[in-house]
């Protein structure tokens, strides 16, 4: 999996920041505020997302409404398991990353493998 293009990690950032559907409109309206962009253009990065899965949607009328099918914990999880797949050593690629997490992060991450443990010896 590859990462999302530069417009791509915008329009799924205004999804994910939303609660529920949204519509090309929506999108193109709050982009064209921070930025020059055809309407068109984030109508067609919003049927890209659809194509690659990113997107769901539903007709409304002559208007489709868009939600994201992963969240964005998801899909930074799918960013991280492709870094340790194609990174060489899992170990090293491992031992790199954590040389570099906060000590906050260190203990979230802590917190994260102790539930996940727990919960695998309880099946």
Do not use: C
Not at 18 to 30: D, I, L, N, S, Y
Not at 58 to 63: E, F, I, L, T, V
Not at 93 to 113: G, K, M, N, P, Y
Request: glycine share 8%.
């Amino acid at each position: 999996m590859r990462g999302f293009g530069e417009l791509e990690a915008v329009v799924m950032d205004r999804l994910w920041s939303r609660a529920g559907k949204t519509t090309v409109r929506e999108v193109f309206e709050e982009l064209r505020q921070q930025r020059e962009i055809a309407y068109t253009t984030v109508m067609s990065t919003m049927d890209n997302l659809h194509r690659k899965g990113w997107l769901s949607r539903q007709r409304n009328g002559k208007a489709f409404s868009y939600w994201p099918v992963h969240t964005r914990e998801e899909y930074s999880a799918r960013l991280m398991r492709d870094a340790l797949d194609g990174g060489g050593d899992p170990g090293l690629v491992l031992t790199h990353f954590l040389e570099q997490i906060s000590d906050e992060e260190s203990a979230t991450l802590r917190t994260a493998l102790q539930r996940l443990t727990s919960t695998l010896d309880v099946e």
